[in-house]
């Protein structure tokens, strides 16, 4: 009999250590690079005990998550892109996080005003310009400007950082002047819209185009990367708009999974995202600006210069994509 209870209470204590390691473990599925999300894991790990166990992808979140169901692992969501967020949003795979300190950390215009989705940075969708042209001030609608015909190189249109610009385009201008806008572009390109944005770069100084939309971060890896250096040597980078209403600015986030099975280590990695370390460790390896007031940007970035950013909410641009892709396919804008 007594050999029987020590048997039983045995895995009692075995079953116990097993719940107490799973609930010292965070999962999280990201589109963010290894090299930029591990050291801020690794840190967030040293500090809590809580074990981050990560899973990488390019594309098919929301899909893994919808055929996952109840039964995902997934606990904290990483995306690079608003249109992302709110793609994970409309197909209600989110669930709301009240955090104070989420909250405190991150302006009301870069998080949902449901508290679904947080910012964690910031990027700028810039204007690159030939150094040929000398300085010029430029804003979006420049781009559809006569003089420019034949000029402007772009990925494609339906890419989600392009998306969300012209999304920010109709929450300014409305749809038919966007549309507009769009043709004006359109006909303004040097050729097809191809490749990334680092391509752009690369054919201004190919001498292809004398203009290219690009977002920020990618001007500091071009010109930390020996090979890629000397396009970003052929180019300056332009904030737009800053004579009237700022630069379009994009975000990459987080969201907590609408099942998360270790909802509390989920809000602690989140809080954590978005303390001085973690918002100065993204500042400083991805080159991106930090939503947290008061963290420096790196000094490379730094002496790029101050700028005027885009205030509109991210939401109500958000709410504009669905029409900037249906522009998109009306003007042909990639064939």
């Not at 449901?114 to 609608?141: C, H, M, P, Q």
């Not at 392009?162 to 769009?182: D, F």
């Amino acid at each position: 009999m007594l050999k029987k209870l020590i048997i039983a209470a045995s895995m009692l204590v075995a079953a116990l250590s097993s719940v107490a390691n799973a609930a010292q473990e965070v999962n999280v599925y990201s589109y963010r690079q290894p090299f930029l999300v591990e050291p801020m894991f690794n840190k967030f790990t040293e500090q809590t005990g809580i074990k981050v166990n990560v899973v990488f992808a390019k594309d098919g979140m929301a899909e893994r998550l919808a055929r996952e169901g109840q039964y995902s692992p997934a606990d904290v969501l990483l995306t690079t892109d608003i249109s992302r967020l709110v793609e994970l949003q409309d197909k209600q795979l989110l669930q709301v996080v009240d955090s104070k300190i989420i909250n405190s950390a991150i302006p009301a215009n870069l998080r949902d005003d449901k508290s679904r989705w947080f910012s964690l940075t910031t990027r700028v969708r810039n204007i690159y310009s030939a150094k040929r042209l000398g300085d010029v001030a430029l804003s979006y609608e420049d781009l559809a400007l006569p003089k420019y015909k034949g000029r402007i190189c772009t990925r494609s249109g339906k890419h989600p950082y392009n998306v969300a610009l012209v999304a920010s385009m109709i929450a300014h201008h409305g749809e038919a002047k966007t549309q507009t806008w769009l043709e004006g572009v359109k006909a303004n390109l040097a050729r097809k819209p191809q490749g990334n944005d680092r391509g752009q770069v690369q054919a201004i100084h190919q001498d292809l185009c004398d203009l290219a939309i690009g977002n920020s971060y990618y001007f500091g890896k071009m010109l930390n990367d020996n090979k890629q250096k000397v396009w970003a040597d052929a180019v300056n980078i332009n904030f737009p708009n800053q004579a009237n209403r700022g630069a379009h600015i994009n975000v990459s986030g987080m969201a907590m999974a609408k099942y998360a099975p270790n909802q509390k280590n989920a809000l602690a990695l989140m809080e954590f995202l978005v303390s001085e370390q973690a918002q100065q460790m993204y500042a400083e390896v991805n080159m991106e600006y930090p939503v947290r007031a008061g963290v420096k940007r790196s000094e490379l970035v730094a002496s790029w210069g101050d700028f005027k950013a885009d205030n509109l909410s991210l939401t109500k641009i958000a709410k504009h994509r669905k029409a900037a892709l249906m522009l998109l396919d009306k003007v042909q804008f990639d064939l």
